[in-house]
């Protein structure tokens, strides 16, 4: 017998990763169009700044074109992790350095609001890995799916 609160989920959670998909791309396709955004927030330590805005625009156009089909998944998936983790100290740096701030017109307080939002952007890459999770995870990922589109669409 059907149970109607995994198919709800189960229907739910493709709606959560076509929407994930659109924006990963669109972020990512955002990294070729307008790459200077990006190079501003990059830190000052990395030295190929231009090399490492188009290779993060690869990986998210690449994560979030992967996720789009069963088969491959796990590998979007896993890519969007990476990516997620490569990119947290542009966060870091737009929260301690003015100039990254003043360029993209935020204040401290909002930059610092962007960096909590990097682990639920993980969970759900997570979540989104494969078919079957506890049902703990399924809930929580419901629950964090509305705000994190929030953010990530006013980024």
Wanted: proline fraction near 6%; hydrophobic fraction near 50%; aromatic fraction near 16%.
């Amino acid at each position: 017998m059907l149970n109607p609160k995994n198919s709800l989920i189960k229907n739910y959670k493709l709606i959560t990763i076509l929407v994930m998909s659109f924006l990963y791309v669109f972020i990512g396709v955002k990294h070729f169009i307008d790459p200077q955004y990006f190079i501003n927030i990059t830190p000052p330590q990395i030295k190929y700044k231009s090399f490492a805005v188009y290779f993060t625009g690869v990986l998210e156009v690449l994560g979030g074109l992967l996720i789009l089909n069963k088969k491959t998944r796990k590998v979007g998936s896993f890519t969007l992790i990476f990516l997620l983790i490569i990119v947290f100290p542009a966060n870091i740096y737009l929260y301690l350095s003015e100039t990254p701030q003043q360029l993209l017109g935020i204040s401290k307080t909002q930059a610092m609001i962007r960096m909590p939002f990097q682990a639920p952007l993980i969970f759900l890459s997570y979540w989104h890995s494969k078919e079957k999770h506890p049902k703990w995870m399924d809930y929580l990922s419901v629950i964090v799916f509305v705000p994190t589109i929030i953010y990530f669409v006013s980024i």
